[in-house]
């Protein structure tokens, strides 16, 4: 995803590495298999509907909905409901990002960037992202613009995506961004996900420090979360002080780990 937000969960799939300890009591504190396996689904969900965030924003811009862009290869048609469009994507659309995207999807908008209530909402039919089948609803809203920065909420319900390997998993997420200019553009990440991973597995993960990334960095440099798999105890990770480094701490009890990120 162009603003790495991904990378704040994929550290945790080194974390596996923390089970060492022989002592029974310790047995709930080890990092299991399971636990590594689904955390590619937390990945996967963060990941596409990231995308899909980034895209309708796009979509809305190049409609003049918000401003003027650039347009993609999508075809946008006004229903018979007031701010409502239907898009639909070539067979072969590659966009200016590189992905391959198909299907259609529902926007519509209500309110004003004027007026502060600006919101809208993507309805997912049959669409797909490189290979990624995509189900559910997205909502935006809450949109901020302070000084040189802006922000929003995301929140996905009823996620579904189903991988190119036929395996679905369940999504859900509330996480709020919020983009500041100063030196370099910077990106803090709140709130939390939930779900169900391609083997069955549920999931939680709550940011406990808002996450930060910045640009010219290719991984988080500062924030920590939380992650629990069928609720076992839960895992740690933390990116630092800002430091723009591959390096992060996992952390479950007594264990604990200082890994590199990929």
């Not at 963060?46 to 290869?73: H, K, P, W, Y």
């Not at 983009?179 to 169900?196: D, H, M």
Request: charged content about 20%; aromatic content about 10%.
């Amino acid at each position: 995803m162009n603003f790495n937000v991904k990378v704040w969960l994929c550290a945790l799939f080194l974390a596996g590495f923390l089970a060492c300890s022989d002592d029974s009591e310790n047995v709930n504190e080890e990092v299991t298999t399971e636990d590594v396996n689904n955390l590619g689904s937390i990945d996967d969900g963060t990941t596409v509907f990231m995308d899909a965030i980034t895209l309708s924003n796009e979509i809305l811009t190049d409609e003049q909905v918000i401003n003027g862009r650039v347009q993609q290869c999508y075809v946008a048609s006004s229903t018979a409901n007031q701010n409502e469009l239907l898009v639909t994507f070539e067979t072969t659309c590659v966009g200016t990002d590189g992905k391959v995207r198909s299907g259609s999807f529902l926007v519509t908008w209500n309110g004003s960037l004027e007026t502060n209530d600006f919101n809208y909402s993507v309805n997912f039919d049959d669409y797909n992202v490189d290979g990624y089948d995509i189900g559910g609803s997205l909502t935006v809203s809450d949109f901020s613009y302070v000084g040189n920065g802006f922000g929003f909420n995301a929140v996905v319900s009823d996620g579904v995506v189903t991988r190119p390997d036929g395996k679905q998993l369940l999504y859900e997420q509330d996480l709020d961004y919020d983009f500041q200019l100063e030196e370099v553009l910077e990106l803090r990440i709140t709130g939390s996900i939930t779900g169900t991973g391609v083997e069955g597995v549920t999931y939680i993960a709550n940011i406990q420090e808002p996450i930060l990334v910045v640009s010219g960095c290719e991984h988080a440099v500062s924030g920590s979360f939380d992650a629990s798999f069928n609720g076992r105890p839960m895992i740690t990770v933390n990116y630092g002080d800002g430091v723009c480094d591959n390096q992060a701490v996992a952390k479950r009890g007594g264990f604990q780990l200082t890994f590199e990120l990929d």
